[in-house]
């Protein structure tokens, strides 16, 4: 394949992630038609096939896509970190950041992954192992694993649709500061901790943006 037809072919498999992350941001995947991402991109439905098989698999390389790029944040944060308390708090800050810098990525999050709660769902590898870590140590005081990681997702989950509701710098701190305070005291953090925790690292993180990487341009994927 000479040089412009591979240049051609990246432009349109980018064209259609861009669409298809722009119309799974604003509706449920099954109200999304290959014809309505084709229309969106303004590619042909051949194109569409030559790129991906079916509709799912440009749900799995769209939502791949951002996961990637939030995890990677995530692991910043945390790098050198060993509290589970703080890193909780902090990889709920990321994803609200996120959520301020990229709002149309994040809504995909929220619309695709809102059902993932099996403890054994890899996207909530992280998450189950702090939690595990709390509990042994004594850090937590949940009953079950399972019972902390449910507990968890859920106030994350509203934090995070919350925010790509209303995508401002001034709601997603006061929202990190209330939230994760709110969430390490139901995980049994006891005393002004929860909040010096929660304070600290919506500053850092959500304020600061210190470990997010800037923005996509409006239409490019990373």
């Not at 945390?78 to 996120?98: F, I, S």
């Not at 509701?165 to 006061?174: I, R």
Request: charged content about 25%.
């Amino acid at each position: 394949m000479s040089g412009k037809r591979i240049e051609r072919a990246e432009r349109t498999r980018a064209a259609l992630v861009a669409a298809g992350q722009r119309l799974f941001c604003e509706r449920p995947v099954d109200a999304v038609a290959i014809d309505d991402i084709v229309q969106a991109a303004d590619v042909s439905k051949g194109s569409f096939y030559n790129h991906f098989p079916d509709r799912d698999a440009l749900v799995r390389e769209v939502t791949a896509q951002i996961r990637s790029q939030v995890e990677r944040a995530v692991s910043r944060a945390n790098a050198g970190v060993e509290d589970p308390a703080r890193r909780m708090a902090r990889a709920v800050c990321v994803y609200l950041r996120y959520a301020v810098d990229d709002p149309e990525r994040a809504g995909v999050l929220v619309r695709i992954h809102s059902g993932h709660t099996s403890t054994s769902t890899p996207l909530n590898k992280g998450l189950v192992a702090d939690v595990a870590q709390g509990l042994a140590q004594g850090r937590f005081t949940v009953p079950t694993m399972e019972a902390g990681v449910l507990y968890v997702l859920g106030v994350a989950q509203l934090a995070l649709i919350r925010v790509t509701q209303e995508p401002t710098m001034t709601l997603a701190v006061s929202l990190a500061q209330q939230m994760c305070a709110l969430l390490l005291r139901g995980l049994g953090v006891p005393g002004s901790e929860p909040e010096l925790i929660a304070a600290q690292a919506a500053d850092e993180i959500v304020r600061q943006g210190a470990f997010c990487d800037p923005p996509a341009p409006k239409g490019e994927t990373h």
